[in-house]
Structures are given as structure tokens and as C-alpha cells.
């Protein structure tokens, strides 16, 4: 008996010991684990004027002066041709970060991404470019033509194929239209390859600088301020670390109003990238009708409608809501 009385307290004790012992232990490796869950970011972005705002922001050394305070050390980014290949890496899980069409990830959406647009980047800013030996009037006059532009579900192939549809021309039937990425659509049109490009700026420039082909059809024309290129960023990032996208949507408006105000020194910092001629990107700035934007309310209403036509065509099987698409939360918190 007396034995039993001693031991019950000893036992008691020894108990609770552990209990907090555990605690403090499993403590020790949440906060490890969480010290170690982001020190790093990838990013995606293609080649286009539509996005200098990721380049600008990497220029300048923004993202580490804005980011590392939150933890973050090292920085990748991926170029990808189109949204398309780029969308695919987002959903296998490689970007944290999309500078990208609103139509691509429309299509990534509805395939399971998981992934929120938190900001716009431009409108507009597409042309379409045919070699000088065909007349243009209208868009029938496209008929019996072989057309390159952006994989299907990429804003350019959205844009193309709604139009065509909404005047009269058949874009299964009445022109050929083959999915390439810009330096192959550059290619393929001077040779004589193709007939005609859709394509972002500023390669419908490079392609008139060479002499074969002329613009013909501004994409403002094809729809009026139409959404383009956005910032993308996973729900993963959005759900575990909301002060990082904070940070990367307020580092996004600073980089985008630079650019408003130091156009040419935008143009450099693209052309540096890319290895272009800088008066052939400047003079793509001064034609395209595009405009860099950054409020994502202002793409709301054109991205719903991209979701619409993508139904329309096929390319998804149901038709996202703003819910779906958007988290507008993060720019609505800046101080404007």
C-alpha cells in the first residue's frame, strides 16, 4: 500500500515530464520546420514587353531588397516561349511566381491549379502581322491563310479564334492555324512558312523592320482593353505565406510605375535581357496599342469574358467565376 502511494506521484510527475518535454520538442521542430519552409522563390516570365515589370524589379534588385526582410534568400526565374509550357510548370509545382496571359491560367485553373491571379501587368498589346503579298480589308480576307500564333488556350489563340469566329471565318476550317512560340513565328514568317502571325509585342516590330510583312490588326481592335499578362501566384504561397505576396504585389506596382515613368530605361532593361536591338523595342513601345497596368480589378470583367469563350471553344469544362480566378485582397491593401 505504501508502496503504491509513493509511486503514484513519482509516476504522475515523471508523466508530465514528458508531456511537456514533447510539447517543447515538437515545438523546436514546427518552428524549424517553418524557419525553413520559404527561403526561396521561382519565378516564371516569357519574352515580352508585356512583362518588364518582373525585369525591372530584377534590374533594380528589388525583389531581394523587398523580400529578404521576409526570409527569402534566393531568387530563380524560368523563361518560357509561351503560357502554355509555362502553366504546365506551375501546375508540377516549379513556380511560385507567373508573370503570364490570363487565358493560360484560366486553362491551368481548370485543370486543377492551384493558383490565384493577384495582379494585372498590361492590356493589350498583340498584333497581327501578314506578309505583304496578301491584301487585307477584313477579316475574311484571312480565309485560305496559315496562321501562327500562341498554343491553344493563351490569350493571342483565345483572341484569334473568338474574332475569326464572331466574323464569319471558320478557324478550324477556313485557315490553318499553327501553334508556335515567337521566335519561331518570327522565323517561319520571314521565310515564307506562314502567312501571318498573332503575336505579342514587340515581335510584330522586329517582323516589319524585316520588310516582309505589316501589321494589320491591333489586338485593342480585336477587343477593347482587353486583359493580357498578370501576375499568378500559387495558393500555397497565398495560404501559408500572405506577407510574401503582399510584398511581391507591392514590389509589382513599384516596378510597374517605374516603367511609366522611364519608358526608354525600360526598353533597355528588356532589350539587355534578350539581346535586342533597343530601337527596335523602343519603337514597339511607341506602336503597340498595350498599356502597363496593375490593378487586377481592372481585368476582372475581360478575364471572365476569356473564361467564357475558352467554355465556348471547348478548351475547358466549366466556366470559372471570379472566385476561381481572383484574389484581389492583396492589392486592395496598399496604400494607394
Known amino acids: 500500500m505504501n508502496t503504491k502511494r509513493i509511486l503514484k506521484p513519482v509516476s504522475v510527475l515523471l508523466l508530465i515530464t514528458f508531456l511537456v518535454a514533447a510539447v517543447l520538442v515538437s515545438g523546436c521542430a514546427e518552428k524549424e520546420e517553418d524557419d525553413e519552409a520559404l527561403t526561396e522563390l521561382t519565378f516564371g516570365y516569357q519574352p515580352s514587353t508585356h512583362q518588364i515589370a518582373y525585369l525591372t524589379a530584377k534590374e533594380k534588385?528589388?525583389?531581394?531588397?523587398?523580400?529578404?526582410?521576409?526570409?527569402?534568400?534566393?531568387?530563380?526565374?524560368?523563361?518560357?516561349?509561351?503560357?502554355?509550357?509555362?502553366?504546365?510548370?506551375?501546375?508540377?509545382?516549379?513556380?511560385?511566381?507567373?508573370?503570364?496571359?490570363?487565358?493560360?491560367?484560366?486553362?491551368?485553373?481548370?485543370?486543377?491549379?492551384?493558383?490565384?491571379?493577384?495582379?494585372?501587368?498590361?492590356?493589350?498589346?498583340?498584333?497581327?502581322?501578314?506578309?505583304?503579298?496578301?491584301?487585307?480589308?477584313?477579316?475574311?480576307?484571312?480565309?485560305?491563310?496559315?496562321?501562327?500564333?500562341?498554343?491553344?488556350?493563351?490569350?493571342?489563340?483565345?483572341?484569334?479564334?473568338?474574332?475569326?469566329?464572331?466574323?464569319?471565318?471558320?478557324?478550324?476550317?477556313?485557315?490553318?492555324?499553327?501553334?508556335?512560340?515567337?521566335?519561331?513565328?518570327?522565323?517561319?514568317?520571314?521565310?515564307?512558312?506562314?502567312?501571318?502571325?498573332?503575336?505579342?509585342?514587340?515581335?510584330?516590330?522586329?517582323?516589319?523592320?524585316?520588310?516582309?510583312?505589316?501589321?494589320?490588326?491591333?489586338?485593342?481592335?480585336?477587343?477593347?482593353?482587353?486583359?493580357?499578362?498578370?501576375?499568378?501566384?500559387?495558393?500555397?504561397?497565398?495560404?501559408?505565406?500572405?506577407?510574401?505576396?503582399?510584398?511581391?504585389?507591392e514590389t509589382h506596382v513599384r516596378a510597374t510605375n517605374y516603367n511609366l515613368e522611364n519608358i526608354d530605361e525600360a526598353a533597355q532593361i528588356f532589350a539587355d535581357d534578350q539581346d535586342w536591338d533597343v530601337e527596335l523595342v523602343r519603337k514597339s513601345l511607341a506602336d503597340w496599342d498595350g498599356a502597363w497596368v496593375a490593378d487586377p480589378s481592372m481585368i476582372v470583367e475581360p478575364t471572365l469574358e476569356y473564361a467564357k469563350v475558352q467554355y465556348n471553344l471547348g478548351y475547358i469544362n466549366t466556366e470559372l467565376t471570379e472566385d476561381d480566378i481572383f484574389d484581389l485582397s492583396f492589392y486592395e491593401a496598399l496604400d494607394q
Not at 523563361?79 to 486553362?107: C, H, K, N, R, W
Not at 519561331?184 to 516582309?212: C, K, R, V, W, Y
Request: with cysteine; glycine share 10%; proline share 8%.
Open 61 to 249: 534588385g528589388w525583389w531581394e531588397e523587398d523580400l529578404s526582410p521576409l526570409g527569402i534568400e534566393k531568387f530563380n526565374d524560368n523563361l518560357f516561349p509561351t503560357g502554355a509550357p509555362e502553366m504546365q510548370s506551375m501546375l508540377a509545382g516549379d513556380l511560385d511566381v507567373a508573370y503570364v496571359g490570363a487565358a493560360p491560367v484560366i486553362s491551368a485553373l481548370a485543370s486543377g491549379l492551384d493558383a490565384k491571379i493577384v495582379a494585372a501587368s498590361q492590356i493589350e498589346g498583340s498584333d497581327l502581322v501578314l506578309r505583304n503579298e496578301f491584301p487585307y480589308e477584313g477579316p475574311q480576307d484571312l480565309k485560305g491563310l496559315t496562321l501562327a500564333t500562341f498554343p491553344p488556350g493563351t490569350i493571342q489563340d483565345t483572341l484569334l479564334r473568338n474574332w475569326l469566329k464572331e466574323n464569319g471565318v471558320d478557324p478550324d476550317n477556313d485557315v490553318e492555324i499553327l501553334p508556335m512560340g515567337p521566335g519561331d513565328a518570327m522565323t517561319a514568317i520571314s521565310a515564307g512558312q506562314i502567312d501571318g502571325a498573332f503575336l505579342p509585342h514587340p515581335a510584330p516590330t522586329l517582323i516589319e523592320s524585316e520588310g516582309d510583312a505589316r501589321s494589320v490588326v491591333q489586338s485593342g481592335d480585336i477587343l477593347a482593353n482587353h486583359a493580357c499578362c498578370v501576375v499568378a501566384v500559387s495558393g500555397k504561397l497565398i495560404r501559408e505565406h500572405p506577407e510574401v505576396v503582399q510584398q511581391i504585389v
